[in-house]
């Protein structure tokens, strides 16, 4: 970069702010830090534009020289270039074991990392845990659930602790999906501060918005990190705009607005204040947070007071219950008490353990203090929301208000003729005491108790994925079970009684020019309204609709197959407006066993002219199980799928033909509960997950049809 450049940039940047000082001297405080913020970028962007010529050129020769063996590097670039493994971080020698037990406020930092989903969340905290000298075996170190690993998604929100230089850092790793929404927000008062990472490509999308406003809400100190900005794909100017529009959007505070900005690459290990630094560590993310995140404001000398946001079990201790100590000090054998929001008193107890994730470890502590997040072990009853007070005490500390869930559905025993092969929990008893102990630590579920009671349990949550992966747990104890088609949750209009008001979400939809008429179409059908069609840069569109939530029932399934795939699906809630009317939702019908046995590849042959096969040949089957999707709409078919071709004596073994059928398709939970019908249900076991008629006796089923028809 020559000298001219240089002091042209240098120039600049002194006219812009003398100038824009002078415009808005007597305006407020807050709209100067917005042009000025504005105006800087403005500027960063000018001087950056003949930085991003030379890499581009660079990146043009490369792909030339590919197949040779040569490579081109220009000097602009030079300096970038990203160290082929991450670097420990050198420090100063302190003991780990000292800074835990440091009873110190200013020397704790607690924040939590929030993004949109797949945006480099979990990633950036085993970086972060990496390069403190944190060794593990797998990526993704902090999503220890099974269901979490399998779906590369974080359900559950986790705190551990990492040490930098004689500071200790509580980090908390928070879920992406909106579904989990929930547990984003109950751990807003577990930290002073958060780090919002937002992918260089993407930029801001609808769950970033959500968690940012949720963090901006509690004044909570942010700090912003693009991540993957070593993507060729990557637009880190335009994204830092979008980010900051975004922050003026929800109306941030001054003091939240002059936020700093870390250039990220996650998967690479490296975090830098400055784009064109070496890229070796994440030092600067370090730095930046014990700089920007304030200390908790808290006292060590006063009564005990602690905030349970989380429970766990542990193996040696039973029940722990994870959360800040917001006053005191917590002691190991200390008598103490668990009081409920009202001030009631659920239990007393005594201290028996005190443990602090640190790393991947957990570290027993015989003392805590005001300002830090640890388990403690001791409780049988105390719960999500509950004080943790001296004995004697029964103080309360308001818990954060949880947005209402949006979906619902209903959850019964199995009576098929399969029932109790496959699982050894099968009764409604069972099923609803698992209910509502999850319902217990699950801030976002709500379990009706009108129909505890009875023969089914109604429970609601944030979304179909929320809902599916509490009844996937179920499924992998050993549960047996049947679910309802989901609804979603109305709410009353606010002036006529005789209106309700049904949830809306805002939907995102990255597709290939060939698709966006038949979206549009299917989408207006569901009662979508379109927003806006964006071109992107790689010859994409971006749609974006506002949708009523049970319109985007099963939608996801339809979109995917509709597209082959190729396109990206995210949504948020938006608000509650009103009903929007009937919505048509999967007008297929559906090819319905008619005996009981198992399938064939001679039975199947046949039916698979009619439509598209859910089975499998070997499959067990039973009168009344949906085994397939029929091609005519509205009307369903019975057929049986267990008979075979009677043998002769003329035939021989070299004579038989090989039938060769279509691969079944097949669906996972959330998509089976979402593609149901309302006179169907979805039938779950630890082995199988099959769809099913309500009334599974033919006969029955079509005097049901016909009795409905009259009332109509």
């Known amino acids: 970069m020559d000298k001219k450049f240089l002091t042209r940039g240098s120039a600049l940047l002194s006219n812009t702010f003398r100038t824009t000082s002078a415009t808005l001297q007597m305006q407020p405080k807050k709209s100067l830090i917005m042009v000025q913020k504005r105006d800087f970028f403005t500027m960063k962007n000018k001087l950056s534009q003949e930085t991003s010529q030379m890499i581009f050129m660079e990146r043009q020769m490369n792909k030339i020289l590919g197949s040779t063996g040569l490579r081109f590097k220009s000097t602009m670039t030079e300096v970038a270039a990203a160290p082929a493994e991450q670097q420990l971080i050198e420090q100063p020698e302190y003991k780990s074991s000292d800074i835990l037990n440091n009873s110190d406020p200013k020397k704790i930092r607690n924040l939590a990392i929030i993004a949109h989903v797949d945006h480099g969340k979990t990633t950036l905290v085993d970086c972060l845990l990496k390069q403190t000298g944190v060794t593990f075996s797998d990526e993704r170190a902090m999503d220890s659930n099974d269901i979490e690993k399998e779906r590369g998604i974080t359900i559950l929100s986790k705190c551990t602790s990492v040490v930098h230089k004689d500071y200790k850092l509580n980090i908390v790793d928070t879920p992406g999906h909106q579904d989990f929404g929930g547990e984003v927000e109950r751990i807003m008062s577990m930290v002073d501060g958060v780090c919002l990472v937002v992918c260089a490509t993407e930029g801001p999308m609808p769950q970033t918005k959500f968690v940012l406003k949720k963090a901006l809400s509690h004044n909570l100190r942010p700090i912003v990190v693009i991540n993957k900005v070593d993507r060729d794909s ?117 201290i028996i353990k005190i443990i602090k994730k640190f790393g991947m470890n957990q570290v027993e502590l015989n003392t805590a203090f005001a300002g830090d997040i640890v388990s403690i072990a001791g409780f049988m009853n105390g719960t999500v929301n509950h004080t943790i007070n001296t004995a004697g005490k029964q103080h309360v500390i308001p818990s954060i208000p949880i947005d209402p869930p949006m979906i619902s559905l209903s959850v019964t025993y199995n009576d098929s003729p399969l029932k109790g092969t496959e699982g050894d929990k099968c009764t409604i008893n069972q099923i609803r005491e698992r209910i509502l102990r999850e319902a217990e630590d699950d801030v976002s ?268």
């Open 234 to 350: 990557a637009r880190v100017q335009e994204v830092e705009n979008e980010i900051f529009d975004l922050f003026c959007q929800l109306e941030a505070s001054d003091e939240q607005l002059d936020y700093p900005v870390i250039y990220a690459s996650a998967r690479s290990g490296w975090a830098i204040d400055e784009i064109s630094k070496p890229r070796e560590n994440v030092q600067d993310l370090y730095e930046t947070i014990v700089r920007h995140i304030p200390h908790p404001k808290v006292d060590n000398q006063g009564e005990l007071k602690m905030l349970i946001t989380q429970t766990e079990s542990n193996k040696y201790f039973g029940k722990m219950l994870i959360g800040r100590i917001h006053q005191g000090q917590i002691t190991i054998g200390d008598k103490v008490s668990a009081v409920d929001s009202t001030g009631k008193v659920v239990e007393m107890s005594k």
């Open 445 to 712: 579920l709500r379990v009706n108790i009108a129909q505890v009671g009875g023969e089914k349990v109604e429970m609601a949550g944030r979304g179909d994925l929320h809902l599916g992966v509490l009844i996937e747990k179920m499924r992998r104890e050993g549960f047996e079970l049947a679910v309802t088609p989901p609804q979603v949750v109305m709410q009353p209009h606010p002036t006529d009684p005789k209106k309700q008001l049904e949830p809306y979400e805002e939907v995102h939809i990255d597709t290939g020019l060939d698709y966006v008429s038949l979206i549009i179409d299917k989408l207006n059908g569901r009662k979508g309204i379109l927003l806006s069609a964006d071109d992107q840069p790689d010859g994409r569109q971006l749609l974006k609709f506002k949708v009523p939530s049970r319109g985007l029932l099963g939608f996801r399934t339809e979109l995917t197959n509709d597209t082959r795939g190729t396109a990206l699906f995210r949504s948020q809630f938006l608000e509650y407006d009103e009903h929007a009317g009937a919505v048509r939702k999967n007008p297929k019908g559906a090819i319905i066993s008619m005996a009981s046995g198992v399938t064939t590849a001679y039975a199947l042959r046949d039916i698979e002219e009619k439509g598209t096969l859910f089975v499998g040949i070997n499959t067990p089957v039973y009168p009344g199980m949906v085994i397939g999707e029929y091609v005519l709409e509205d009307s369903d078919m019975e057929m049986n799928p267990t008979k075979s071709k009677k043998l002769t004596n003329i035939r021989t073994v070299g004579h038989e033909e090989q039938i060769k059928l279509q691969p079944p398709r097949l669906f996972n939970l959330e998509e089976a509960v979402s593609y149901i019908r309302d006179d169907e249900l979805v039938e779950v076991t630890p082995k199988w997950i099959r769809i099913r008629k309500r009334i599974l006796d033919s006969n029955e089923r079509k005097k049901f049809k016909r009795d409905a028809k009259k009332m109509n």
